[in-house]
């Protein structure tokens, strides 16, 4: 057994070279016919010349003949799609490639994307990806870090802003990743929580001077004078079911809850091995902390269960003065406030692990590629096919294209290549005192199935005053984070270990809101630790630290 472990190191990591070779060595011109394509396939000798289409650094992907390709889309209930968005012929007219679209409801889009790829239907492109382990065993998806080296864009991204590290996280167990994930030059600034900074402020507090320092601890101190002053019910009644709250809150107590739930596992960077969080004392005293909250009339126990039109429609009318968001929402709950006010997005407070970055990734959703595009395409179809993907997420000007339309139409550019969106256009806050059109709704740019990823020029470009100054302090204030390794297991460890993790976490997580709500008692907390051990934990932990040891020379440890 040990010596097939070795084997497979060594296989992994040779495929780990080619990939990220491939990603550095080429230069954006048509691979060299020496060069074995990653497919295992040494016919595509095709020269530049000879090409139906351009494609490369500096210049438009554009195909001689009109092209259809089959996507996946997330049609968001902010933004219903429309067939005449100028977004569609902006990009047919620059590409000459229009879409073929499987359009599903955000709230439904994970569901009917596993349905199309487990079915072997999946649309060749398949955007809003944010996890693409469970598709990887179904053999229904491309491994397309074989393919990068197809990719000029998305490989000169890699190697100027040193992509590499970042990129280890996507492994699978066969070395190889399956997701062209987003990719920004700097990490952003996430989720945190909204407040109202005029009631902070007459309760006596000093938002600005203090929220530097303020840990979850500190920031229950202040929420507790707003609620004496005020006499309100509760201070903070969130949306999301609780779950970004939870998620943030638990990265500083050095846990794992709500969004962030996944496999309850963290990573000791100094022991370098796998522990099961949410059974330490570190998960007591975060539900502990919540259940104060709760028992004090902070935090609105509806928190966990009501709608989010429920959560806002107390903030809005000032009967709460905290709820959890980000900054484009910020910008659009300003608008809708019913009662004067003064909103202020804080930075995350810190906890018992240290004032850290929420957000130190710097990748996002990405891109899976269906098996069914080679198959029907050829590979040199499916290469042509992937340059296009390649402009379009990974050039600059495919990224400024998706994020805010056509130049003279939406957006004005100055001579230091400033964008200014026109007047009469909003979006993520701007001109929502001028404005008469919206750039997602009228038009469909700024649309989450293609805006993500750029440099830290364009990512600024979306921002306005307030959110560079979040930012800002961000950086200021909090301190970047180590990103934990995956687990990369191999089609028969992960389905064993999902086999433990489903119905663990289920009970964690259901725990987890009891605890915090008082439906469970906290002197139970002994209890609800034997009955996780009792469900897997410790086998799982086992299986995470077996893995990695037998992967780590591939992730660089």
Not at 114 to 142: C, H, M, R, W
Not at 417 to 428: C, H, K, Q, R
Not at 518 to 542: C, I, M
């Amino acid at each position: 057994m040990k010596k097939n472990k070795k084997v497979l190191g060594v296989i992994m990591v040779a495929a780990l070279s080619l990939a990220i070779s491939a990603c550095s060595s080429n230069s954006g011109n048509e691979p060299s016919p020496t060069k074995t394509p990653a497919a295992g396939n040494n016919s595509n000798n095709t020269k530049v010349e000879e090409l139906d289409y351009t494609f490369g650094e500096g210049q438009s992907f554009h195909s001689n003949e009109p092209v259809k390709y089959s996507l996946m889309y997330s049609d968001h209930e902010a933004y219903p799609q429309q067939s005449n968005w100028r977004l569609w012929s902006a990009i047919s007219e620059k590409t000459n490639v229009s879409f073929e679209l499987a359009t599903t409801a955000r709230t439904e889009y994970e569901n009917q994307k596993s349905l199309l790829v487990n079915s072997g239907d999946a649309p060749y492109i398949i955007p809003k990806t944010y996890e693409e382990a469970a598709f990887v065993p179904t053999g229904q998806i491309v491994a397309i870090s074989d393919w990068v080296q197809y990719m000029p864009n998305y490989s000169k991204v890699v190697k100027d802003w040193g992509m590499e590290k970042d990129l280890k996280v996507k492994l699978q167990a066969d070395g190889k990743y399956y997701v062209l994930p987003g990719m920004w030059e700097v990490a952003g600034g996430g989720y945190s929580y909204i407040i109202r900074k005029d009631v902070f402020e007459a309760a006596g507090v000093d938002v600005k001077a203090e929220e530097g320092n303020w840990t979850y601890e500190s920031f229950y101190e202040a929420m507790k004078k707003v609620k004496e002053f005020t006499g309100a019910d509760y201070v903070l009644s969130d949306q999301f079911k609780g779950d970004s709250t939870l998620n943030i809150a638990a990265v500083q107590y050095g846990v794992t809850a709500g969004w962030g739930a996944a496999n309850g596992m963290r990573f000791d960077h100094e022991k370098q091995q796998f522990e099961f969080a949410n059974t330490t004392n570190d998960f007591k005293d975060y539900v502990t902390y919540f259940n104060k909250l709760v028992t004090e009339g902070i935090m609105d126990p509806e928190s966990f269960t009501q709608e989010d039109d429920a959560a806002r429609a107390k903030f809005f009318k000032g009967d709460s003065y905290v709820i959890n968001g980000n900054y484009q929402l910020l910008a659009d709950y300003q608008q809708q406030m019913q009662v004067d006010a003064e909103l202020y997005m804080i930075v995350q407070p810190g906890g018992p692990k240290g004032m850290q970055q929420i957000e130190t990734s710097r990748l996002e959703n990405g891109v899976m590629i269906s098996q069914n595009a080679l198959n029907d395409l050829g590979e040199e179809e499916f290469i042509k096919m992937l340059r296009f993907v390649d402009w379009l997420w990974y050039s600059d000007e495919g990224q400024t294209l998706s994020l805010w339309g056509v130049e003279g139409e939406t957006y004005t550019k100055d001579a230091e290549g400033t964008i200014a969106l026109n007047s009469d256009i909003s979006w993520n806050g701007l001109n929502v005192d001028t404005a008469t059109k919206k750039l997602n709704v009228d038009f469909g740019f700024g649309n989450g199935v293609f805006a993500y990823g750029g440099t830290s020029k364009l990512k600024m470009s979306k921002m306005t005053e307030g959110e560079k100054d979040y930012n800002a302090r961000i950086l200021e204030y909090r301190v970047p984070r180590e990103i934990a390794p995956p687990i990369m297991g191999n089609a028969d460890q992960s389905e064993q270990m999902n086999l433990i993790s489903t119905p663990m976490m289920d009970y964690v997580k259901t725990m987890t809101l009891k605890f915090i709500t008082g439906q469970e008692p906290l002197a139970n907390f002994d209890s609800y630790v034997k009955q996780v051990e009792a469900n897997g934990s410790t086998r799982y932990v086992e299986m995470s630290n077996e893995i990695f040891n037998d992967t780590k020379s591939l992730l660089g440890y």
